[in-house]
C-alpha cells in the first residue's frame, strides 16, 4: 500500500521527467535506462534502500551503485528528489555542462549519495562486490548491531556482456555475499539494436551456477519489484532479480527500440510522452504533492538512523574507536616509529632479498601497526609475497580474516578493492604480477580517477623475471602506469626503499599507488641511517660523485645496482660519476624547480638506466642523454643471460656515457 502523498506512479513519472526534460536541453545523453528503470528505483528507494540524505556517509546506508552508468539522470533525480543536497534542479537544468555535478556519467565526489564513478560497463557492479565484502568483513569484527547493510547494483545487458561480470559474479557466488543485490534491467536493447544481435546468453541461469539466488518478474509492476526485493533480502545468497522493463517507457514512438538509448527524443516525443505519462507539468516542474512524496521517501530511514546512533554510543569504547579510526582511514601514530625503527635494523643488518621479499618484510611491521589493512592476491600469494605471517584468509562462512584469495580474476580484484575502498573501513592492497595490469587497467584508472587508496603490489617486474619469457615480462607496463594521471607508480631499488614507497602509499590517501617489485634477489644499497623517507621527494642522490661531476646516471629498481657498478668503473678510470636514484617519477615531478634541478645536475652527461621502454624518460635525460633500457619484447631464458643479450649492463653504460663526454 502506498503510504505517500502522491501515487508510487506518479513518482516514478517524476523520474522519467526529469530525465528526459534534462537530457533534452543537453541534446546529449541517455534517457532509456532511466525512464525505463524508473520504477524499481521508485520502490527501492521509497521503501527499502536505508539512507540518510541529511547524513550522505552514514557508516551503517546501503550503498547504491548505478553500474548502468550512461542512465546518470536516474542517480540525479533520485538524489535531487530525496533531498540530497549537491544536485539542484538547476544542476539537472546544466547536465552534462561544465562545472555541473550531473556530469555524464556519475562521478564520485561530485555531489553526496554518488558512490562510485561508473561508466565504463561492468565497473559498478565489481565496485558494488567489494562493498558488499567489506560489508561483511566489519560485521565480522564489529558485529551486526553496528554493520549491518546492504548493497544494490543496477546493471545492465552491457554491464553483464563484460568479461569483468563473470569475475564480480563468481567471486560473490563463491563469497555468499548475501547483502549483494543485482537489479538486472532486462530490456533487451544495446545501442546497435536488440541484444539478440551478439548475445543469447540466459542471464538466470548463468547467476544460479554461480550460486546467486534469482527470480525474473515484470520491471513496471510494483507489487512485483517490492517482493522481489524481500525475498532477496531473506536469501542467504547474493541475489540477482531480472526486471523485465521497456527501454523509453512511456515514449509512443521510441520505447522499446534503440532510438532511446543514447540520444534526446526530441522535442515532439517529449510533448508526446508527456501526453502518454500523464504529466502535464512544464520542463524541469515537479509537483508539490509528488515532491513531498520524495522527500518523505528520503526521511524514511531516520528512526534507523537514530536507532542506530544510539548502538553507536553503546560500543566498548576501544571497539569504537577502532571502527571510527578504520572508517575514517586513519594511521596509527606507532606507524611511522615502527617503520624507522625497522629502517634502522636493515642499516645494522643488510638485507641482500628481491624487492617482493622486502615488501613481505615490510608487510610484517606495516600489519602489526595498521589492523584495517587488507591484503590479497589474484592466485599468487606465494610469488607476490602479500600475506604476512598472522594474517588470516576469509572464507565463504568465516570473514573475521584480513587476506583475500580472489583468484585468477585480476579485473574483478581490481575493481572489488576500489568497492573496498570506497565502501570506508579498510586500506586493500592485492597482488599480481606487473604484466597483468593489463587485466587490471580499466579498475586501476578509476582508481586514479576516484582518488582511492588502493595498493596494487605488481611483482615479476621486468625482464629480470626470467625464463617465463615475453608473455610474462613486463617492458612498456611501468611506461604505460606512469601515463596515468593521479597514480603514483614506485619501482624500489632495494629493501630500504621498498620499505619506503610502501609508508608513502598509506600516506597517500587520495592516491592509488602501483609498487613494482622484482622476482630477482637486490643487494642492499641503502647503507646509511636516516629517519627521512628518502623516496618521499621521488628522486634523491644515492651516491655522490667523487670530484667534479661529469656524468649522472639515473636509474629505477633493479637497475640502481648496475648503476653502482658502472659508477665504480668511470671513478676508476678518472671519470667523476653520481648516482640518483628514482622510485617515483610522479613525486618527483611535483618538486620544487630548485630542487629537481639539484638532482638532474648541471651540465654533465646524463644516462638512464631502465629494464623497460625509454617512453617517459625524456624528462629526466633530456634530448641528449643515453639510455640503457627495452626497445622490443623479451625472451626466455635466465636472468643472466637475457640482461646481457639485450644489452642492459654495467658495460653498457659505461659505452654510453664515454659517448657523450
Known amino acids: ?332 601514530a606507532s606507524l611511522d616509529e615502527a617503520i624507522n625503527a625497522y629502517k634502522r635494523e636493515l642499516i645494522a643488518d643488510p638485507q641482500n632479498v628481491a624487492t617482493r621479499k622486502a615488501s613481505q618484510m615490510a608487510l610484517e611491521v606495516i600489519n602489526g601497526e595498521v589492523p584495517h589493512t587488507l591484503g590479497g592476491s589474484a592466485d599468487l600469494t606465494g610469488s607476490n609475497n602479500t600475506n604476512s605471517s598472522k594474517m588470516v584468509p576469509i572464507t565463504p562462512d568465516d570473514f573475521s580474516g584480513d587476506f583475500v584469495h580472489y583468484g585468477v580474476r585480476e579485473h574483478g580484484m581490481a575493481a572489488a578493492m576500489n568497492g573496498i575502498a570506497l565502501h570506508g573501513g579498510f586500506i586493500p592492497y592485492s597482488g599480481t604480477f606487473l604484466v597483468f595490469t593489463d587485466y587490471c587497467r580499466p579498475a586501476i584508472r578509476l582508481s586514479a580517477l576516484m582518488g582511492q587508496r588502493v595498493i596494487y603490489v605488481m611483482t615479476h617486474d621486468s625482464i629480470g623475471l626470467g625464463e617465463d619469457g615475453p608473455t610474462h615480462q613486463p617492458v612498456e607496463h611501468v611506461a604505460s602506469l606512469r601515463a596515468i594521471p593521479g597514480l603514483n607508480v614506485y619501482r624500489p631499488a632495494d629493501v630500504v626503499e621498498t620499505m619506503e614507497c610502501w609508508q608513502l602509499a598509506l600516506q597517500s590517501a587520495d592516491a592509488p599507488s602501483i609498487i613494482a617489485l622484482t622476482r630477482q634477489g637486490l643487494a642492499q644499497v641503502r647503507l646509511e641511517n636516516t629517519d627521512e623517507n628518502l623516496c618521499r621527494r621521488g628522486a634523491y642522490e644515492l651516491r655522490a660523485a667523487d670530484g667534479d661531476e661529469q656524468v649522472s646516471l639515473f636509474a629505477t629498481g633493479s637497475e640502481v645496482a648496475i648503476a653502482m657498478d658502472a659508477r665504480d668503473a668511470l671513478q676508476a678510470e678518472g671519470i667523476a660519476t653520481r648516482i640518483v636514484s628514482i622510485p617515483s617519477f610522479e613525486l618527483f615531478a611535483q618538486q620544487s624547480d630548485d630542487y629537481r634541478q639539484e638532482i638532474l645536475g648541471g651540465d654533465t652527461v646524463r644516462i638512464g638506466i631502465e629494464a623497460g621502454i625509454k617512453m617517459g624518460w625524456e624528462g629526466i635525460i633530456g634530448d641528449k642523454g643515453g639510455f640503457v633500457g627495452m626497445n622490443s619484447f623479451g625472451a626466455s631464458a635466465p636472468i643472466d643471460d637475457l640482461y646481457n643479450h639485450f644489452g642492459i649492463t654495467a658495460e653498457r653504460v659505461i659505452i654510453e656515457a664515454k659517448a657523450r663526454l
Not at 574507536?321 to 596509527?332: H, K, M, T
Open 1 to 332: 500500500m502506498n503510504a505517500f502523498p502522491a501515487t508510487q506512479k506518479d513518482m516514478a513519472n517524476a523520474i522519467r521527467a526529469l530525465t528526459m526534460d534534462a537530457v533534452q536541453a543537453a541534446n546529449s545523453g541517455h534517457p532509456g535506462m532511466p525512464m525505463g528503470m524508473a520504477d524499481v528505483a521508485t520502490v527501492l528507494f521509497g521503501q527499502f534502500l536505508k539512507y540518510s540524505p541529511r547524513d550522505p556517509n552514514w557508516p551503517d546506508r546501503d550503498r547504491f551503485v548505478l553500474s548502468a552508468g550512461h542512465g546518470s539522470m536516474l542517480m540525479y533525480s533520485l538524489l535531487h528528489l530525496t533531498g540530497y543536497d549537491g544536485i539542484s534542479i538547476e544542476d539537472i537544468k546544466n547536465f552534462r555542462q561544465l562545472g555541473s555535478p550531473c556530469a555524464g556519467h556519475p562521478e564520485y565526489g561530485e555531489a553526496p549519495g554518488i558512490e562510485t564513478t561508473t561508466g565504463p560497463l561492468g565497473q559498478g557492479m565489481a565496485n558494488a562486490v567489494g562493498m558488499a565484502m567489506a560489508e561483511k568483513l566489519q560485521a565480522a569484527r564489529y558485529g551486526s548491531d553496528i554493520v549491518d547493510h546492504y548493497t544494490y547494483t543496477i546493471a545492465g545487458d552491457g554491464c553483464l556482456m563484460e568479461g569483468i561480470s563473470h569475475e564480480a559474479i563468481s567471486m560473490a557466488g563463491h563469497f555468499k555475499l548475501s547483502k549483494l543485490i543485482v537489479l538486472f534491467d532486462d530490456n533487451g536493447i544495446s545501442i546497435d539494436g536488440p541484444t539478440d544481435l551478439t548475445v543469447s546468453d540466459d542471464q538466470c541461469a548463468r547467476f544460479a551456477a554461480c550460486g546467486w539466488h534469482v527470480q525474473a518478474i515484470d520491471g513496471h509492476d510494483p507489487a512485483a519489484i517490492a517482493d522481489a526485493i524481500r525475498a532477496a533480502k531473506a536469501s542467504d545468497k547474493p541475489s540477482m532479480i531480472a526486471c523485465k522493463t521497456t527501454i523509453g517507457f512511456g515514449s509512443p514512438n521510441k520505447q522499446g527500440t534503440a532510438a532511446t538509448h543514447g540520444a534526446a527524443l526530441g522535442d515532439d516525443e517529449v510533448a508526446a510522452t508527456r501526453e502518454v505519462l500523464g504529466w502535464p507539468h512544464a520542463p524541469f516542474e515537479i509537483p508539490t504533492d509528488v515532491s513531498d512524496a520524495w522527500l518523505q521517501a528520503g526521511n524514511r530511514s531516520g528512526a534507523d538512523y537514530q536507532n542506530w546512533q544510539g548502538r553507536l554510543a553503546n560500543m566498548d569504547t576501544d571497539a569504537r574507536a577502532a571502527f571510527e579510526a578504520a572508517n575514517a582511514g586513519d594511521l596509527p
